[in-house]
């Protein structure tokens, strides 16, 4: 496009008759060229829709009430920063992240369940969920998550509506086996993914009071626990773990030291002011 | 004779398995926990527009078959928007999607209990990777890595505002899912996750779940996320 804004330079300077209609044919060319450059382009699920794709680096701290052993769960607040994804737009390959800071990713409350019912080497045996997640962007947009039961707002935000049950709905892929941190660092990294509903409640920026889906496709890094000592709690699962190895596996990952880095897709729709 | 032959081959399978013979999922995921290596993690940013045509309907569920281009989905480095109309790279062929009601529920939209499940997904890319499920395979003796899609039609969002053509009345849907790489591409020999984030279509905005399994034809639209390693 820089070639074709060049050929509309210097279409206000006098001309003879004949090239003043070459100017003015040109000028109806620029033109048509500017209304469609200034045509937004379509999100990926099509009109009506407003997508982020973001790149999120978290670090976890405990969160109370840190193990729920008769839900089988552990508790972590995750926060840090967010950026753009960088794409190859030739390839679709993501070659990392952007620069510009667009908000802060957290604080999330999550939850990560062990289901002792399944193998792991099941989706379904690690899994989690967003207890109360916020996402805020430097535009003033804020993300929430759509659930049930919000009777109260936190304080400087509007109620959210409790008409809505769009749970996170995560899943660890240990059974995809481990991978080196994506921090570069000591330690191992375990596949992470999930979809959940989210809803902007400011009615600010890009999202603003607009409804629908986060989904995340990442990885948690670990530095500790080691992987073998992780693997020795997960062989306890093979013939379906009892209570003592269920405690043994949820101690462990409470005391994990743990960060979550990920591409997100934010998609939206509604309102907008 | 030919059944007598099968049983027998899989008591054999199972034996081996149980002696340790054959080496089950769990043990390559403890295995790898054991010893990992640095594996290269591939991400992909795309966007697939499909058109699908109705396979199977019952009390409960419709499906149908999905085929079409896949595109780059590009970012805006300053905003992270994400932009659906890059370059073609890839084609979805016979990909079989289901949807599921909870018949509790009452009518639509307020139908909240929807499961969107896959099957025969076929990605090719034009690097030559082709993408495959990765799934339990009920055949076997073997527990293999299961990861099916997980996935939902969130009818209570509403429909999408702003639809025109032969498909306007567009739900969001979202979920994730295992993939396993083969071919000669990039992807060849990885596995790893998708997760979409878009729309189905349909001709018209259905009373209920029974006009709804009626549509012969529908669209699927959606940004999507690859990971593999």
Same mark, same amino acid.
């Given at each position: ?45 099509? !009109? ?14 405990? $969160? ?55 193998? /792991? ?9 967003? +207890?109360?997640?916020?996402? &805020? ?7 929430? @998550? ?7 707002? @936190? ?11 769009? #749970? ?17 660092? +000591? ?14 409640? =400011? ?21 500790? #626990? ?5 693997? *020795? ?17 949820? $101690? ?13 897709? +934010? ?5 907008? /002011? | ?45 795309? &966007? ?28 805006? !480095? !300053?905003?992270? *928007?994400? $932009?659906?109309?890059? #370059? ?77 053509? /032969? ?9 994730? =899912? ?9 992807? !060849? ?6 997760? +979409? ?33």
């Amino acid at each position: 496009m820089p070639g074709d804004a060049g050929r509309c330079r210097g279409q206000g300077q006098r001309l003879p008759l004949r090239l003043k209609r070459r100017a003015r044919a040109g000028l109806y060319v620029c033109l048509g060229l500017l209304a469609a450059c200034s045509e937004p382009s379509s999100p990926p699920g099509g !009109a009506g829709l407003r997508s982020l794709l973001i790149h999120f680096e978290v670090n976890a701290t405990p $969160q109370a009430p840190y193990v729920d052993l008769a839900a089988g769960e552990v508790f972590f607040r995750f926060e840090g920063d967010m950026v753009a994804s960088a794409v190859d737009p030739a390839t679709g390959r993501v070659t990392g992240k952007g620069s510009r800071s667009l908000g802060r990713f957290g604080p999330a409350v999550v939850a990560f369940r062990v289901n002792p019912a399944r193998s /792991p080497t099941s989706s379904d045996f690690l899994t989690f969920r967003c +207890i109360d997640c916020g996402i &805020h962007f430097a535009d003033g947009a804020l993300l929430r @998550p759509l659930l049930p039961g919000d009777a109260t707002a @936190p304080d400087g935000e509007p109620l959210r509506s409790a008409v809505f049950d769009i #749970p996170m709905q995560g899943h660890f892929l240990q059974n995809l086996g481990a991978l080196s941190p994506q921090t570069g660092g +000591i330690g191992f990294g375990l596949r992470g993914v999930g979809c959940g509903g989210t809803q902007e409640v =400011m009615g600010l920026g890009l999202l603003a009071g607009g409804r629908g889906t986060i989904c995340m496709n990442g990885q948690f890094d670990f530095s500790s #626990p080691s992987p073998a000592t992780l693997a *020795q709690a997960l062989a306890g699962f093979a013939d379906g773990g009892d209570a003592a190895e269920l405690a043994a596996l949820l $101690q462990l990952l409470a005391g994990s030291l743990l960060t979550g880095r990920s591409d997100c897709a +934010i998609t939206v729709q509604g309102q907008r /002011p | 004779m030919k059944r007598l032959c099968l049983a027998a081959l899989l008591l054999g399978l199972s034996l081996s398995a149980s002696a340790g013979l054959i080496e089950s999922a769990l043990d390559i995921l403890l295995r790898s926990l054991r010893s990992f290596s640095g594996a290269e993690v591939l991400k992909y940013s795309l &966007h697939y527009d499909l058109q699908g045509q109705r396979s199977g309907s019952g009390e409960d569920w419709v499906s149908w078959n999905f085929s079409g281009p896949v595109r780059v989905a590009t970012v805006d !480095a !300053a905003d992270a *928007q994400w $932009q659906g109309e890059g #370059p073609v790279v890839g084609q979805v062929v016979g990909w079989n999607i289901r949807l599921r009601v909870d018949r509790t529920s009452v009518g639509l939209p307020p139908n909240t209990l929807t499961d969107l499940g896959s099957t025969r997904l076929r990605l090719e890319l034009a690097d030559g990777s082709v993408l495959t499920e990765l799934l339990d395979d009920p055949a076997t003796p073997l527990t293999e890595t299961d990861i099916p899609l997980q996935g939902r039609l969130l009818f209570e969002l509403g429909p999408i505002p702003g639809g025109s053509g /032969p498909f306007p009345v567009r739900y969001r849907a979202t979920g994730c =899912m295992g993939v396993q790489g083969s071919g000669s591409g990039a992807l !060849a020999g990885r596995r790893g996750a998708l997760c +979409i984030s878009g729309a189905v279509g349909f001709p018209k905005r259905p009373a209920d779940f029974a006009e709804l399994r009626g549509f012969d034809r529908a669209e699927a639209i959606s940004g999507f996320t690859l990971v593999l390693h």
